[in-house]
C-alpha cells in the first residue's frame, strides 16, 4: 500500500528554522513527486513545495528563499527546510504524493497519496 507520513512538526520561535521530514512507503522515490502543502486555521490548503521524480524542485513565491525541499532516495524520505519562521507560517502541514511530474509547479488536485498532516506552530 502506497503511503506518506510526516514528522517534525511542533512549536518554534520566530525566527528559528525546523525540518519537516515525509517518510514513504509502498513505492520508490522515482515513480511518485512529493508535494508539501500547508493548512491554516480557516484557511484553503496551499502548496508549499514539492520535488519531481527526478528531483527537480519547487517552491511557491510566498516561501521562496526560506523554504527548501530535498529528498533522501536511499531512506525514501523527502525534506522540507523552513528557515526564519513567521507566525503566519503556523499551518498544519502535510507532505502528498503524485504520480505526475510537474517540473514549476505543484498543483494539488495531482496529490492523489496524502499523510495524516503535522501541526507547526510558530510563536514566542
Known amino acids: 500500500e502506497e503511503q506518506v507520513e510526516e514528522s517534525g512538526g511542533g512549536l518554534v520561535q520566530p525566527g528559528g528554522s525546523v525540518t519537516l521530514s515525509c517518510r514513504t512507503s509502498g513505492f520508490t522515490r522515482d515513480e511518485y513527486s512529493i508535494g508539501w502543502f500547508r493548512q491554516a486555521p480557516g484557511q484553503e490548503r496551499e502548496s508549499v513545495a514539492c520535488i519531481n521524480k527526478v528531483d527537480r524542485t519547487a517552491t511557491v513565491d510566498s516561501v521562496k528563499g526560506r523554504f527548501t525541499v530535498s529528498g533522501d532516495n536511499a531512506k525514501n524520505t523527502v525534506f522540507l527546510r523552513m528557515n526564519s519562521q513567521d507566525p503566519e507560517d503556523t499551518a498544519v502541514y502535510y507532505c502528498?504524493?503524485?504520480?505526475?511530474?510537474?517540473?514549476?509547479?505543484?498543483?494539488?488536485?495531482?496529490?492523489?497519496?496524502w499523510g495524516q498532516g503535522t501541526q507547526f506552530t510558530v510563536s514566542s
Open positions: 502528498a504524493a503524485s504520480n505526475a511530474n510537474y517540473v514549476y509547479t505543484c498543483p494539488l488536485s495531482a496529490y492523489t497519496v
